[in-house]
C-alpha cells in the first residue's frame, strides 16, 4: 500500500530528528545525545521487523473482498497511498513527534533526582529517550496495521521487548568488556526509576494522540470507500447488492447508474 517505505523513514528519523536538536543544545560540541553501538542497532534489531511484517503480509483487505469489489485496484493506480504529498505527511509528522520526544525528555530529566539524592546523568537521560522514540515509532506501526496475526504482534511488540532485553543484558555487559563504557552504572539507575517507566508511555501517547484522532475522524466523518470495504470484512457483513454498485456510489457519488 505504499506505506511501508514511509514507516521505514519514519523510524530512522525519529532518532535523526532528536539529534539535530541535540546539537544545538550542545552548541555544536560533538557530543552525542545516544550511545553509538545503540544507535547503530536500531535499523538493524530494534525496528528492522515491523517494515517486514508490514510490507509483506499486512492486507488492508481481504483477496476475496478485492475480487468482489475490483474497484478497489485503482487506489494503487491512482497511487492513493504513496504520492509526494503523503510522503511529507509523513516527514512532518516525524518533524512533530520528534519535537515532542525531545522536549518532553528534557522537561522528565531536568533535575532527575533519584531515590538515593544523586542525579541521573547524560546517558541516563538520553537511554530513556531512546526507548520513548522507540515506543513511539511501535505505536505508530500498530496504528497503521490493518489486520493482525501472530507475525505482526511478534514484529511491534517483540520489538520493544527486544530492546529492553537487549539493553540490559548489553549495558550491563559491555563496560565490562570495555566496550561502550558509556552504559557503566547507567542500567540499574535507570531501571529503578519510575521517570523512566512514566517517561515512555506518556510521550508516547502524546505523541501518537494526534495520529489517533486523525484516524478516527477520518473513518467516522470522512471515509473512503476501503474503509467500508473494511467494515464489511471485520463484520463479516453480507452484500447481495451487484458487485458494483456498492463502491460505485462512494469512488463517484456524482454517479446513479
Known sequence: MGRPPCQTHLFFFGTVADKVQYVFQNVFSGMIIYESWTLSFYNVFYTVLPPLVLGILDQFVSARLLD??????????????????????WILTAVYHSIIL????????????????????HWVWGTAMYGAVLLTVLGKASLI??????YHVAA?????????????VYGT?????????EYFGVIPRLFTSPIFWIEMPTLAILCLARDFCWK???????????????????????DYRPRYVFLL?????????
Open 249 to 257: 456510489q462512494y469512488m463517484y457519488p456524482f454517479r446513479r447508474d
Open 216 to 238: 478516527f475522524s477520518k473513518r467516522l466523518w470522512r471515509p473512503e470507500a476501503y474503509h467500508h470495504v473494511q467494515e464489511i470484512q471485520k463484520y463479516n457483513i453480507q
Open 156 to 168: 511491534i511488540p517483540g520489538s520493544m521487548v527486544i530492546w529492553i532485553v537487549f539493553i540490559v
Open 68 to 89: 468482489r469489489y475490483p474497484q478497489l485496484y485503482s487506489l494503487g493506480q491512482q497511487n492513493k497511498f504513496f504520492k509526494i504529498s503523503v510522503f511529507v505527511s
Open 173 to 181: 555487559v559491555a563496560p565490562k568488556l570495555n566496550i561502550s563504557v
Open 102 to 121: 525531545y522536549v518532553g525528555g528534557n522537561l522528565f530529566w531536568t533535575y532527575g533526582v533519584q531515590g538515593d539524592g544523586l542525579v541521573a546523568n
Open 145 to 150: 496495521t490493518n489486520n493482525w496475526t501472530k
